[in-house]
Nanobody
């Protein structure tokens, strides 16, 4: 089992920045990747960014060049999302996911990001 806790959401004006944090606890040695997803009202949950155990990253086209995913390389149980140049369309609930090598992923409860003037 892996327990996920996210933090760092909030309200920001367009063009502003926010940083999200996620800490995974429990059987973290089973984790293949950590990632951020988001879900806006009335829309499906979508991938924002992933970071794999080897450090490889993957971003959705909508956030490339604006968002940066990183992790705690020592403990490898924390992942961060630096969001710059935020737009109204980035408004969503952001969820951290820990994907094990085998089986279904683990999810946190999410943190709300609202971009509005």
């Amino acid at each position: 089992q892996v327990h996920i806790v996210e933090s760092g959401g909030g309200l920001v004006q367009p063009g502003g920045s926010l940083s999200l944090s996620c800490v995974a606890s429990g059987n973290i040695f089973s984790i293949m990747s950590l990632g951020w997803y988001r879900q806006a009202p009335g829309k499906q949950r979508e991938l924002v960014a992933l970071i794999f155990n080897d450090g490889e990253t993957n971003y959705s086209d909508s956030v490339k060049g604006r968002f940066t995913i990183s992790r705690d390389n020592a403990a490898k149980n924390s992942v961060f999302l630096q969001m710059n140049g935020l737009k109204a369309e980035d408004t969503a609930r952001y969820y951290c996911n820990a994907q094990p090598w085998v089986g279904a992923g683990y999810w946190g409860e999410g943190t709300q990001v609202t971009v509005s003037s």
